[in-house]
C-alpha cells in the first residue's frame, strides 16, 4: 500500500458520495457564494 511504503500512519479513514448540489458545482464550476 502506498500509504505503508511512506510511512503515514491513519488514525481514519471514511468516504461518502457527493451530493447532487456537491457534484452539480464541481462539474460547473460553481462556486456558492
Request: aromatic fraction near 4%; avoid cysteine; charge should be negative.
Amino acid at each position: 500500500r502506498r500509504v505503508d511504503q511512506l510511512g503515514v500512519e491513519l488514525a481514519d479513514i471514511s468516504l461518502r458520495k457527493p451530493s447532487l448540489d456537491e457534484a452539480f458545482l464541481h462539474l460547473t464550476g460553481n462556486v456558492i457564494p
